[in-house]
């Protein structure tokens, strides 16, 4: 299609490409997501399937974690070396890899049966799904303009949120019908290759691609002098790295993802363990996370916008200050029958004060210092740094648990959400000093 005709292609016609490719993205990244809740949800039996096999209880545990610890390192290493490739070959191969992997490695695990399998293949789950959001990102970056990025991000967070409650829940109702653990993971397989298909016929990399104009990225981004085309690595990482805002950024997502991941991992087992919930009620009501969560996302990025230019990290500094008390008050609560919803409530209440901001910092962030040019690679170390830190949620915070209980768990998260804190309250500072320098046609709420 020649440049004018592209020109005057409606903008309904756009509207509507735009809602499609929302709707391919949520999907997509939702269904990832029944690929990440199976194991949480699993947990209880699977302590159970190992204890058949004369593996003790505490020991269960703790290999549970060991496999969930190394599938976090998997993802945070694709995050912070693979995530780029995004930047040369286009965001909508990265997520179609995410996609792909996601269902292959969750069957492979379920046809497993032994700790080996189950190692290599959530592994290999991690590892490939972990190109996935910086493909989502770098896609949303050809196909919207930076005056919505936050409202698309926002709704785009949203999807990993609301797949895990969805995942949960299903997966709650199959087990409380006597599905066991496999039927559990051959479930997210088949949501995953559903939702591969959908994207990998539908999906487009770029409006152009369609004969629309090209999307408008932020002027102040860090490459807003380069061009669309990264000349090498140095060109990508030089302004990321050098940036203190951008350093804070990956601070933050360290601390927030140490917390976000021990929430999603050991919630049904600390629902089972302490609380005494059956396993089939573990699984549904640990939901409440990721439920809440996108009431946040959607609530704190409008007050966000509201706030201005520094309106992100003034909700994180405050979100964090939050969660940090209300991590402290979840560890004083004892097992009560009479009161077995008051931690659930109180779990809601820190996935409120959590999630919502640290659903901007590989997202919304991103994109402001990445534009069209870096946002897989600004994605991707942002999330990369997080899950180095979600690494502790695995096996350190299983030997935690079994040596302290679940007092002394809290009370560590208290530690990291209380450092984080004090790491939004600098990038506050700094959003303040910048807002004197940013000029007046710049859109509210950017880096």
Not at 42 to 62: C, F, M, N, Q, Y
Not at 322 to 349: E, Y
Not at 375 to 390: E, K, M, T
Request: hydrophobic share 50%; charged share 10%.
């Amino acid at each position: 299609m020649s440049a004018p005709a592209a020109v005057l292609r409606p903008a309904a016609s756009l509207r509507r490409g735009q809602l499609a490719v929302i709707l391919l993205l949520f999907g997509g990244y939702a269904a990832c997501y029944f690929c990440r809740a199976d194991l949480s949800v699993s947990t209880p039996l699977l302590i159970d399937e190992l204890a058949r096999r004369g593996v003790k209880h505490d020991d269960a545990i703790v290999h549970l974690g060991t496999i969930a610890s190394l599938g976090v390192l998997a993802y945070a290493f694709g995050k912070l070396f693979l995530t780029g490739l995004g930047d040369y070959w286009g965001g909508r191969l990265n997520f179609l890899i995410g996609l792909a992997g996601a269902a292959v490695f969750t069957a492979l695990f379920a046809a497993g049966g032994i700790l080996p399998i189950f190692t290599i293949a959530w592994m290999g789950n991690r590892l490939t799904q972990s190109v996935a959001w910086a493909g989502l990102i770098k896609t949303s970056s050809r196909w919207f303009d930076y005056s919505s990025y936050g409202t698309i991000i926002g709704i785009l967070s949203i999807s990993y949120l609301v797949g895990d409650a969805v995942a949960r829940w299903a997966m709650g109702l199959l087990m409380a019908h006597g599905s066991g653990w496999r039927v559990i993971f051959y479930f997210a397989a088949a949501v995953a290759g559903v939702m591969l298909a959908a994207n990998y016929l539908l999906l487009r990399e770029s409006r152009t691609e369609l004969g629309f104009t090209e999307a408008r990225t932020n002027p102040l981004n860090l490459f807003a002098d380069r061009s669309s085309r990264p000349a090498s690595i140095r060109s990508l990482l030089g302004p990321l790295l050098r940036s203190r805002a951008f350093q804070l950024v990956c601070l933050l997502s360290l601390g927030c993802t140490i917390v976000r991941e021990s929430f999603n991992l050991w919630t049904p087992a600390y629902l089972h363990s302490y609380l005494g919930y059956v396993t089939s009620s573990a699984a549904t009501v640990s939901a409440v996370f990721p439920a809440v969560g996108a009431v946040s996302v959607l609530v704190t990025g409008w007050l966000s916008d509201r706030l201005g230019v520094y309106g992100r990290s003034l909700v994180m500094f405050l979100g964090l200050g939050a969660t940090t008390v209300s991590l402290l008050f979840l560890m004083s609560i004892h097992p009560d029958a009479a009161a077995t919803w008051l931690p659930v409530i109180v779990i809601g209440v820190i996935a409120f004060c959590l999630l919502g901001p640290y659903s901007y910092l590989c997202g919304a962030f991103a994109l402001d210092f990445g534009g069209a040019q870096a946002s897989a690679i600004s994605s991707g170390i942002i999330d990369g740094v997080g899950y180095l830190g979600g690494i502790l949620s695995g096996n350190p915070l299983a030997e935690l648990s079994v040596r302290y209980g679940w007092q002394g768990v809290f009370v560590a998260l208290a530690g990291v959400t209380a450092l984080s804190a004090l790491a939004a309250g600098y990038l506050f500072l700094l959003s303040i000093r910048s807002s004197a320098r940013l000029r007046p046609e710049a859109p509210s709420g950017g880096t």
